[in-house]
DNA sequence: GTATCTGCAAACCATTTGCATTCAG
DNA sequence: CTGAATGCAAATGGTTTGCAGATAC
């Protein structure tokens, strides 16, 4: 986990402006131990600026994601954020269908998977979904 | 892979009306044999009929999605189609970059991925990407 | 001071819906 | 014939863009 003033040194190094806006939105992202829709980081950012538009809460999105501070994955439901992951490791994840935590899982199944000698693997991936510990009640 | 007849023969068990719209859905479908976008499929449609409308499309996407007979995945490029897996084992797929075409993998890492008691696992996701024999030039 | 951020409005794109017409059964 | 399928137009929802005013540095 990153904690909110490295998150914001690492835009500042990359010659962002640090507005109140980016403090909180850092600040949201490291305390949030899973995925974030647009729409959650808006709801949540909302509480703080009144004024506060959409477009702006994407701009920041789309910065801080190009700057390779948070990551973004598409679900079902839409794309999400989340802070990048900085453990050097290939790694994959247990995503909790409820609060959106994730937890890391360090096996990775390229190792077992026999692919034919033709196709030339460029990426892939893997995601358990599933209830955590605190959102066991879960559907049925 | 299914024929078209098998594909016509299913929505018409359903009660569905079989159009010449829904005929050359289901030969398109048929003989794809990866994923397709509402746009490629809208394309393809558009050669054959002139006043050709998204919405169609769409609905008939979706209908056949709620069928049973297409499945629906999200890429980061968005939604796309292929006919649901008929095949009775859990599998996972290649998935060609280029072409779209899917090849089965059996191998399912769900078995040696060790998940926390507390983590009650209901879904998952596998998938690899990369290019196929046709489609090697691949990118780098 | 100046370039970057922000909010606003409007544009944009993919997808959905209502309705009148057409067509499969 | 009748209900389902289609095309059209318009609505919707999510996301992006242009621009003028506000703000970090």
Known sequence: ???????????????L????QR????????E?????SPKDVYDYMGKYYSGLSFDTVY???????ELGVLEQVMFEEGVKFK??????D??????????GKTYPITYCPMEQTAVPDRFRVVRHKFEV?????????GDN
Not at 3 to 12: A, F, W
Not at 90 to 98: E, F, G, M, P
Request: aromatic share 6%; proline share 2%.
């Open 1 to 15: 986990m990153q904690n909110t003033e490295d998150i914001i040194s690492r835009l500042s190094a990359q010659g």
């Open 17 to 20: 402006r640090i507005t109140d």
């Open 23 to 30: 403090k909180t939105l850092a600040r949201l992202f490291a």
């Open 32 to 36: 949030s131990p899973g995925y974030l």
């Open 59 to 65: 701009r920041n999105l789309r910065v801080m994601e």
């Open 83 to 88: 802070l990048h992951c900085r453990e050097h």
């Open 90 to 99: 290939h790694h994959h994840h247990l995503i909790c269908l409820n609060c």
């Open 129 to 137: 979904f599933g209830y955590c510990e605190d959102c066991s009640e």
